[in-house]
C-alpha cells in the first residue's frame, strides 16, 4: 500500500530533550515535506526537500532541522524542544513538486513539549 | 507569494441540507487547487484536485468544486450533508514550481446539525 509513515503518533518529551520524528515514504517520491498545524493557522510548512542531499526553508524554520540522506526517509529533528514547539505535526511526499500530482500526507505526530 | 483565504472559520448546517465552503487564492498565473477533509484526530485526506481542464471537479464523498478565475475562487460544493462530513476542511494551493510548495488555507470547521 502506498502510503507516508510518521513515527511516534503521540510524544512527549521535556524542555531542551532532543528528540526526532520519523518520516519515510514508499512510492519513490521525489519531493517531502513537514508541516506544523496550530489551532487557527492552519498548516505551515517547516522544511521541505526536493529530493536526495536537497533541502530547504518552508515558513516555519527556525527551531528545526531535516535531513534527507535517501529518498524514502525524511527525519525531522528538534535539537533543544521548546513549548511553542507543541503541535501537530504532518509529512507529506510528492512524486515531483509543482507538478501537479498531488501530496500524499502521513497520519501526523501529535507532540507536546512541557 | 502565494496564499489561499478561507473566509469561514465555523460552518453549522442541518443534515441534509446543502453545503458551500469558500475558498479565495492569490497566485498571478492559474494554479494547481486542492481541497483536503481532516476528521477529528486523523491525518488530510485529499477531496478533489484542480489541474487544468474542466472548471468543475467531481471528488470523492459526493463533493465537488468550481475553479472560477474571474473571482480566484475554489469553493467546494455538496448537494446533501451527513452527519459524517463533520470535519476541517483545507483549501489548498500549489503555485507550479519554486519554493512555495504547498500553501494551506486556515481551514473551516463544519458542524453538522442533526
Known amino acids: 500500500e502506498a502510503q507516508v509513515t510518521q513515527n511516534p503518533r503521540y510524544l512527549i518529551t521535556v524542555t531542551g530533550k532532543k528528540l526526532t520524528v520519523t518520516c519515510s515514504q514508499n512510492m519513490n517520491h521525489e519531493y517531502m515535506s513537514w508541516y506544523r498545524q496550530d489551532p487557527g493557522l492552519g498548516l505551515r510548512q517547516i522544511y521541505y526537500s526536493m529530493n536526495v542531499e536537497v533541502t530547504d526553508k518552508g515558513d516555519v524554520p527556525e527551531g528545526y532541522k531535516v535531513s534527507r540522506k535517501e529518498k524514502r526517509n525524511f527525519p525531522l529533528i528538534l535539537e533543544s524542544p521548546s513549548p511553542n514547539q507543541t503541535s501537530l505535526y504532518f509529512c507529506?511526499?510528492?512524486?515531483?513538486?509543482?507538478?501537479?500530482?498531488?501530496?500524499?500526507f502521513g497520519s501526523g505526530t501529535r507532540l507536546t513539549v512541557v | 507569494a502565494q496564499s489561499v483565504t478561507q473566509p469561514d472559520i465555523h460552518i453549522t448546517v442541518s443534515e441534509g441540507a446543502s453545503l458551500e465552503l469558500r475558498c479565495n487564492y492569490s497566485y498571478g498565473a492559474t494554479p494547481y487547487l486542492f481541497w483536503y477533509v481532516q476528521s477529528p484526530g486523523q491525518g488530510l485526506q485529499l477531496l478533489l484536485k484542480y489541474f487544468s481542464g474542466d472548471t468543475l471537479v467531481q471528488g470523492i464523498k459526493g463533493f465537488e468544486a468550481e475553479f472560477k478565475r474571474s473571482q480566484s475562487s475554489f469553493n467546494l460544493r455538496k448537494p446533501s450533508v451527513h452527519w459524517s462530513d463533520a470535519a476541517e476542511y483545507f483549501c489548498a494551493v500549489d503555485s507550479g514550481g519554486g519554493a512555495d510548495g504547498l500553501t494551506f488555507g486556515k481551514g473551516t470547521h463544519l458542524i453538522i446539525q442533526p
Open positions: 507529506a511526499s510528492s512524486f515531483q513538486q509543482g507538478a501537479g500530482y498531488g501530496y500524499t
